[in-house]
Structure formats: C-alpha cells, structure tokens
C-alpha cells in the first residue's frame, strides 16, 4: 500500500498528553484502533482501560463505533492537506466498578442545609 494512503492518527488521553503517532490503513476499524491503544498505553497513568472496550474515541465532537473504518471516521478532513489527526481517548471502566462509589456514599452521607431570609 502506497505510503500516500496511510493516515496518521494520535490520540490524546484525559490528561493531555498524546500516545502516538501512528500511521494506519483507512480500511482498519475503530476496534483496531482501541487495541492498539490499549497496548500501547503509558504505564505511569493513574486510570488504566483493561480492556477495548473501556474505551470510547471522540473525533470532531462525535462517539465513533467499533465497526466504522478510520476512513468513514475522517471525512471532514479530507481537504486539509496530509496532517496527523487527533481523537481523543475516554475511559469509561465496567459498571463493575461503580459499586465501590454507593459504599462510599453510604459512609459519609452529604446533608446539604439551606436556609431562606425573607425580608
């Protein structure tokens, strides 16, 4: 495959910084791109995906789904000339992982007071 063909895409994390650059065929899907974040991603961080599908890209203000290719994905770009494009990486644990946050809630119960002075 010419070299021509290839986009460059990197992906920004939720703390701004960036894994990649990495040059992709248009025909790989979004899923692809996932694993590869997965693998590729930084050691150091505070909050780790397990898996893909821990996973969701945003590109131009839109969830993109696993079973679109990296060139359904780009077309607003097409007319720019060749650049590195970013999407941005959220990571959204199981719902597994939500039951620790109800106990916590349970611990500490918030009471919020207000109070209201006509006059």
Not at 3 to 31: C, H, I, M, N
Not at 97 to 118: D, G, L, V, Y
């Amino acid at each position: 495959m010419p070299e021509e063909d290839l986009v460059e895409l990197k992906f920004r994390l939720y703390d701004g910084s960036d894994v990649g650059p990495f040059q992709y065929s248009p025909t790989a899907t979004v899923s692809m791109l996932k694993e590869r974040i997965v693998s590729e991603w930084p050691k150091d961080k505070k909050i780790v995906p397990k898996s893909a599908s821990d996973i969701k890209l945003i590109n131009a203000g839109k969830i993109l789904e696993n079973g679109k290719t990296v060139a359904q994905c780009k077309a607003p770009f097409e007319d720019l000339p060749k650049s590195v494009i970013t999407m941005h990486v959220v990571v959204q644990p199981s719902p597994t992982k939500a039951r620790p946050e109800k106990k916590i809630e349970e611990e500490a119960p918030q009471r919020s007071f207000c109070s209201c002075t006509i006059m």
